[in-house]
């Protein structure tokens, strides 16, 4: 009697096959699909059921705008629209909403030049109360000389 080249049921099981579960943390905010040359971004629309229109308002100023549930159906399962953004993705109280990414980089030019200028200032300030015969940053320099010998 010849053996069969199968193999073994008890090495074809499922377990020896599927690849370790790892566990994740869930995700609370789904992630859309990337677009071309926009920027996603939650914006907070309600604290604890209350609506924060100044917060909201104050983002459509800057360029945000909410984006449209029919051009992202992998968020829809999540979706839980209300009457005030009914094609809108809503999730406990922030909306999804895009901008151009130009946008962004304006944005955070110009509160890195903020910042800048506010550390130029502080700078400006603590030097004023430098005195040269107390010098707040003194350059110490130590040096190492070695005797000729005896």
Known sequence: ????????RDLSTREVSERPKQW???KLLPDPNPEEGYA???????VQG??????YSSK????????KASDHP???????????FPDSIEVGGLLLC???VEFTEQR???YRQQAEAQMQSVDNTYMRENDPRMPMFKERKSTVTFGKGV
């Open 1 to 8: 009697m010849e053996k069969s080249a199968r193999t073994g």
């Open 24 to 26: 994740m943390p869930p």
């Open 40 to 46: 996603f971004r939650w914006i907070r629309i309600a």
């Open 50 to 55: 209350k609506d924060d229109a100044t917060n």
């Open 60 to 67: 459509l100023a800057e360029g945000w705008e909410p984006v």
């Open 74 to 84: 992998e968020i829809r399962l999540f979706n839980a629209t209300t009457a005030k």
């Open 98 to 100: 895009k901008t151009p």
């Open 108 to 110: 955070d030019a110009y």
